[in-house]
């Protein structure tokens, strides 16, 4: 992790946690952490229905608040879609955009690339999520999958908008698997990431996390090496003392 970009710790609580259930974690993840600035940025990603009465609990805390998925349209019908613009009135900071599992059911580069575009345009930041299968690890398709991801979801994004983005690389055959790429597979992924990313924004100030299976016990091991400058946790920021362990961890 280099020093001259500070970390960033996310939980993805995925289908989590009702609005209820979010204000105590958030509530109690902001004493674990401490309400001075902590050591890494921290951000909660709850389902839709949580985001209001998470974002009022973490007001005035180091946490901030993040959507799990956005639409590109501002309005208009689309069923069961949220705009970028809700997200932003629910007092949401941010969203992650093209994770992994939402591929899966049918985003698109283009749809994960306009996605981007309008959040951006909200005032949201973003996290970009990109990651190989298995079977394209296994045929040695990594590196030319991910640069395709990444030059797709960045193709409508300027260099000066940098600092309000984060690229998460998360191999899909580690997202609660309990697998997880070695410290040495992550760092090459990120750097490889990092170098095509390069080709779009500035490079050296993005930050890359890693994502999958990230865990207090091999948190450090991970967040230690170069071009990893934070994590994307799944399961294990369910739990606020494990995820803020992870959070020291950074």
């Known amino acids: 992790m280099s020093a001259a970009r500070r970390p960033l710790i996310a939980g993805n609580w995925k289908m989590h946690k009702t609005g209820e259930e979010a204000r105590a974690h958030v509530t109690q993840l902001a004493e674990l952490i401490g309400r001075e600035s902590p050591v890494a940025d921290v951000a909660v990603c709850p389902p839709f229905t949580a985001l209001e ?106 260099a000066g908008e940098t600092g309000r983005l984060a690229v998460a690389y998360e191999p899909i055959w580690a997202i609660g698997t309990g697998r997880t790429a070695t410290p040495e597979m992550a760092q090459d992924a990120c750097a490889h990431v990092r170098r095509v990313a390069g080709e779009r924004v500035d490079g050296d100030a993005l930050r890359v996390l890693y994502g999958g299976s990230v865990s207090p016990a091999n948190a450090a091991e991970l967040l230690a090496q170069p071009d990893i400058d934070g994590a994307l946790v799944g399961g294990a920021s369910l739990d606020p003392e494990s995820f803020a362990a992870i959070v020291h961890a950074a």
């Open 53 to 158: 009465a998470a974002a009022r609990a973490a007001d005035g805390t180091p946490i901030a608040v993040l959507a799990q998925a956005v639409h590109e349209a501002e309005k208009g019908a689309h069923t069961g879609s949220v705009s970028a613009g809700m997200i932003a009135a629910a007092g949401a900071a941010g969203t992650l955009v093209g994770h992994s599992e939402r591929r899966a059911d049918g985003e698109s580069d283009a749809q994960v690339a306009a996605r981007v575009r309008a959040a951006l345009d909200a005032g949201l930041d973003v996290i970009v999520c990109v990651g190989e299968s298995l079977e394209q690890r296994e045929a040695g398709q990594t590196d030319a999958w991910l640069a395709g991801q990444v030059r797709a979801a960045l193709a409508q994004v300027d």
